[in-house]
């Protein structure tokens, strides 16, 4: 991951068909979102032959975005990191992390990805509006952001 995103309608993006091509709207949707929330510029994309994957700085947590094609059955995967485990009171801490996904995070949720605690959203393209793209990218870092600090205070 060591592209920086540009704006999407640089010419070069432009300029490239077979790149236009391949990435169609949800790829610009994407880095839209990622453009508008990554306020100090960290964003990097790496476009392989499983999908790209974007990551970006957004307040203290790193929020990664994998699009695995653009066909309605490719996967839309977003996550950011809280915090790394173990952690002081484990028990504690999965049933508040438990009681939170009932309570406040929408369509995303808590889960254990190698050992590291991250908000996390999934699903498949089909029929997804870019304003869901939109929603699902900044869900994710807001309630990341909002809760890392906390988490971290608390177990660690």
Not at 37 to 65: C, I, P, Q, R
Request: glycine share 4%; charged share 25%.
């Amino acid at each position: 991951m060591n592209n920086p995103i540009s704006p999407v309608t640089t010419e070069e993006s432009l300029a490239n068909e077979e790149f236009v091509e391949e990435y169609s709207s949800h790829h610009n949707v994407i880095e839209t979102v990622i453009f508008s929330l990554d306020l100090d510029k960290t964003a990097m994309v790496n476009h392989g032959k499983e999908g790209s994957l974007w990551k970006f700085k957004y307040g203290s947590v790193e929020v990664f975005v994998q699009l695995t094609g653009e066909t309605d059955d490719d996967l839309l995967t977003v996550w950011a990191t809280v915090l790394k485990l173990p952690a002081k009171n484990e028990s504690g801490l999965m049933r508040r992390l438990l009681e939170m996904n009932w309570a406040g995070t929408f369509e995303t949720c808590f889960s254990i990805q190698d050992n590291t605690v991250v908000v996390s959203a999934q699903r498949t393209i089909a029929d997804m509006y870019p304003g869901e793209v939109s929603r699902i990218i900044t869900l994710v870092a807001n309630i990341a952001d909002d809760n890392d600090e906390l988490l971290q205070e608390e177990f660690c």
